[in-house]
Nanobody
């Protein structure tokens, strides 16, 4: 019933920036945490960043710390990921995820999140 939809992916040179968006459709989903994950070909899905929707408290994977910023606009039901200083290692499909379950939201545990978008592709060239 609840749906998430990502957008904003594309191709960029190393050092460039992109901003991803994720819109939550419907009024039945009251999220506790929302997160960004990514998956490169042949690799496991990797947690990127997580945010508590009520407080706005964020957490980041070490690989993106200082370069990426997660934020949300609850009125617009939109989650954002501002990606700066992009590296080729950031190339992946990026997924938006959400959970309604109260508790800690680890940035690396994909199983914590029950709702997922279909992904948006990010390609970073050297």
């Amino acid at each position: 019933q609840a749906q998430l939809a990502e957008s904003g992916g594309g191709s960029v040179q190393a050092g460039g920036s992109l901003r991803l968006s994720c819109v939550a459709y419907g009024n039945t989903l009251r999220t506790y945490c929302m997160a960004w994950f990514r998956q490169a070909p042949g690799k496991e899905r990797e947690g990127v960043a997580v945010i508590y929707t009520d407080t706005g408290s964020p957490a980041y994977a070490a690989s993106v710390q200082g370069r990426f910023t997660i934020s949300r606009d609850n009125a617009k039901k939109t989650l954002y990921l501002q990606m700066n200083s992009l590296k080729p290692e950031d190339t992946a499909d990026y997924y938006c995820a959400a959970t309604t379950v109260v508790g800690n939201c680890p940035v690396t545990r994909a199983s914590r999140y029950a709702y997922w978008g279909h992904g948006t592709q990010v390609t970073v060239s050297s």
